[in-house]
């Protein structure tokens, strides 16, 4: 069982930067891939970015590839998303997940264990 805590959440303007977290309950944190999946109201949840389970291997949706970046430490039992120059685009409650088995990291259904969510608005 893993339960996970994202935090970092909150407003900010475009163009500037934002760094959520997300913390991880439970000794096997490091045998997860984790991942970042955001869900804008009435729009579908969708996948963000992922990361191997010892940061070696990253994924992003095009949409936020070169303006976030996914990393983790498992020492803390953490990962975060760092978000530079975000725009309105990318306002949407943000859940990090973590995916033991799964074969796809791009898939929400892959992952085992999902946070409650932060909100992230982005002003213009």
């Known amino acids: 069982q893993v339960q996970l805590v994202e935090s970092g959440g909150g407003l900010v303007q475009a163009g500037g930067s934002l760094r959520l977290s997300c913390a991880a309950s439970?000794?096997?944190?490091?045998?997860?891939?984790m991942g970042w999946f955001r869900q804008a109201p009435g729009k579908e949840r969708e996948f963000v970015a992922a990361?191997?389970?010892?940061?070696?291997?990253?994924y992003y949706a095009d949409s936020v590839e070169g303006r976030f970046t996914i990393s983790r430490d498992n020492a803390k039992n953490t990962v975060y998303l760092q978000m530079n120059s975000p725009n309105p685009e990318d306002t949407a409650v943000y859940y990090c997940?973590?995916?033991?088995?799964?074969?796809?990291?791009?898939?929400?259904?892959?992952?085992?264990?999902w946070g409650q969510g932060t909100q992230v608005t982005v002003s213009s």
């Open positions: 997940a973590a995916n033991k088995y799964g074969s796809s990291w791009y898939e929400a259904g892959e992952y085992d264990y």
């Open positions: 439970g000794r096997t944190f490091s045998s997860y891939a």
């Open positions: 990361i191997s389970w010892n940061g070696g291997l990253t």
